[in-house]
């Protein structure tokens, strides 16, 4: 009997030690979740630790931050899965067609939970080390279950430096204790707040975009497990509740049947568990599924069951607040929400993982073999290798298959550039991206000319088709093509006459070209270029070409050796040329041939700005040309010495307190000694109310009274409609991001490098004359522009004669206007060389 005691007693001492081995979140820190915010280093302490005490618990690192801090997911199964652990991935990936081999249906399903891609919905990674304790966790008999037929993802934070940002300053602002009173300091963040990462970027608009680092990790694994569901965690409003799918409309219409009962199949799950608690929420209301990258969409369009969560909070909320009914909003509660739809998306993936794998497979063989809409093949021109690259490496980073064709022939295609259906020659040059391989869906998102709508009323811009945003030639076909793998045009190698050549002399057509610029200026290399077209050596070069002369250059220790090396360091097919005479337009001596003064850079940044017009400015200056800028804020803006720069860019933004009566004058002085101004979008709307500037919102009677009419319209809707109607009666007044084609004139330097039209990403219904005295460089002439996307109609009647860019010369100075932001979230391509014109061509 003693023996038998013997043996409980020693079977209880183990269950204990294997139970209390792994600490939980609020034993480890020392301190209850929902206490106070965790910091990143002690939120990766906790993962480590809990990888390292649990041997079925994965922790990899897949990179860093702009700020360098690590970033991480943590795979979790049961023991026998874990064993097999890459096996399950491969199956995953053969499964969806993009490795080789048999796929086995071994109704395990994958689980990817993202949390905290906006850095100041801080709850959302005090979540991922609970639901990471509780799945690993022996007592929690229900995930040990679960995880029998389950991987789960967890991914702690998407935006460390956002994060950080809000948790730091939240420190700072809050005082012994919390103050739940909204009007307190700590429930009001400064200016840029916590939700964009580094270079102040929304992440969560970046994810097929892929500009930023932090995506272009995370992207890089999630392709690796390509999972069957995946949940973004966010917050929202303090006054609003819960959200968790379904969706809302517009779907786009390559998600399937599936995709939208099975949210369905989850929200009533997650339903469920807050109906037994009490708790607030709502469903198919404003989060929509059709721009396509968000943390939900993108992961839709690669198969999987794509889905926002969001809980009321967000920046304001801090450790608790009072809401507008009174309540108070702890984060505790925070985290209690989004904990359960945590566990809750487990539970359902469980419980459906063979439904789930079954029907993953089917979404990739079935889109594969019978790609959804009209068009089955598209051609990209090959005209600009550069951008062509550029391009490539889009598709490598999502793997989308390309090629070139097998053979040449004359095909009818739907032009993108005229939106009409036309003939053309087929080269052997040509991309061809077939809509028959595993990657179909996302192929269609992301090329299509025009996105269908199934409802107007939607979250976020509805255009964005790749031949539009980088300015490339293309058609798509009702067709399939065969292809052969894929060589883009081979540049020309640099050919130099000399050892010592009179000039060297480089092409401007491209993004890589500025950056081959920009390094030159840092060398302090002195550069020309020429304003006219003109012909050398029996070859054409177009205005804007860079013209690298020796003279003026003696004094640069190994000019010859620092050209020729960066050219290779950015493949630029440098040509050398023995003489200044030209065959045909003007010698490299005259003054049509300018002399690129280094421009010294001042960018605004502070209250009153937008941070992610800045933040795009900031990330083109430092991570792609890296050309140095000075960043100025505006609180101690009008104190500095600008006569220190020569180029000040104002980003988008409201100017009103920074460009006063007293220094709006003192700003157009330096203007016209010689300063070059760049007005973002809303930035124009200063000189437009100011008499000293050529710039107006209207130009004539016509356009005022087009103006007035959709005003007009607003208030008789309002009278007329039902208060359930108003939201879409608005619709009729609004451009929600749609692509004009505009009329570009190419022979002034904003224009250098591009055709006789551009290809612009309208976001706002704002309306700027064409310029009286300047020089209207590209403009909107009507409503039939508009190329993809929705704008209202009442808009697209007074659209007409609108500025988009223009340069008005003051003195010796300049003001460039540019009225839509071509440096877009820093996805539209099609802008970056137009910018570049402005900051380095212009005025010189």
Known sequence: MKRFYFFILIFLLIQTSVISQTKSPSDYLGYQLGERFTFHYKVVEYFNYVAGKNNNVKLEKYGETYEHRPLYTAVITSPENFSKLEEIRKNQLRSAGIEKGDFHNNSISIVWLSYNVHGNEAVSTEVAMKTLYELVNPENKQAQKWLKNTVVIIDPCLNPDGRERYVNWYYQKVGRTYNPDPNATEHHEIWPGG?????????????????????????????????????????????????????????????????????????????????????????????????????????????????????????????????????????????????????????????????????????????????????????????????????????????????????????KGFRYSTKKTEKFSLSDKDMVISAYQPKSNLVKVLFEPVTKLNDTLTYDITAWALPYARGLEAYALTTRLDTKAFQNTQRETPKYESEKPYAYLNKWNSINDVEYLSALLQKKIKVRFSQKAFSINGKNYKPGTLIITRARNQKVKEFDRIVRELAEKYKRPLKSVQTGMVDSGKDFGSGEVSYLKKPKIALLSGEGINSLSFGAL???????????????????????????????????????????????????????????????????????????????????????????????????QMRLRSYNELERSYLSNLITGSVFKIHLDNTNPLGFGNGDFYYTLKQGSRRFAYLKEGYNVGIIKDGSELISGFAGKNILKSIEKSLVYGVESKGKGELIYLVDDPLFRSFWENGKLLFSNAVFMVGQ
């Open 195 to 411: 939700r964009p990462n580094h270079y102040l970027f929304d992440l969560n608009r970046d994810w097929v975009w892929a500009t930023q680092v932090e995506t272009q990790q995370r992207i890089k694994v999630y392709n690796q497990w390509m999972p069957n569901i995946h949940v973004d965690f966010h917050e929202q409003s303090v006054d609003s509740p819960y959200y968790f799918a379904p969706g809302a409309k517009p779907f786009h219409e390559v998600t399937t049947q599936f995709q939208r009962d099975f949210q369905t199949v989850v929200g009533k799950n997650n339903a469920r568990y807050f109906d037994k608690n009490g708790w607030l929420y709502f469903t198919k209301e404003e989060f929509d599924l059709l721009y396509p990258s968000y943390g939900d969409t993108y992961p839709t369009f690669n198969g999987a069951i794509g889905m926002t969560y969001e809980q009321g909070g967000s920046g304001r909320a801090g450790l608790g607040i009072i809401n507008r009914e009174g309540d108070e909003l702890k984060l505790i509660d925070r985290i209690n929400h989004h904990f359960t739809t945590s566990m809750s998306t487990i539970e359902i993936a469980s419980e459906h993982a063979g439904e789930l794998t079954k029907e993953f497979h089917k979404y990739f063989t079935e889109s594969e073999n019978h790609p959804k809409g009209p068009y089955k093949t598209y051609v990209i021109r090959n005209t600009n290798t550069d951008r062509i690259k550029s391009l490539t490496d889009l598709l490598d980073r999502h793997h989308i298959l390309y090629g070139n064709p097998k053979t040449t022939k004359t095909l």
């Open 618 to 716: 900031w990330h083109f200056f430092e991570q792609q040309i890296k050309y140095p800028v000075t960043v100025i804020d505006t609180h101690y803006f009008n104190s500095i010495d600008l006569n220190k720069y020569n180029v000040l860019i104002l980003p988008n933004g409201s100017y009103g307190e920074v460009l006063n009566k007293k220094s709006l004058p003192q700003l157009l002085s330096w203007i016209r000694k010689g300063g070059k101004v760049i007005a973002i979008n809303g930035a124009i709307s200063v000189f437009a109310g100011s008499k000293n500037f050529d710039i107006s919102v209207y130009e004539d009677e016509k356009t005022k009274k087009a103006a007035e009419k959709v005003k007009d319209s607003v208030k008789k």
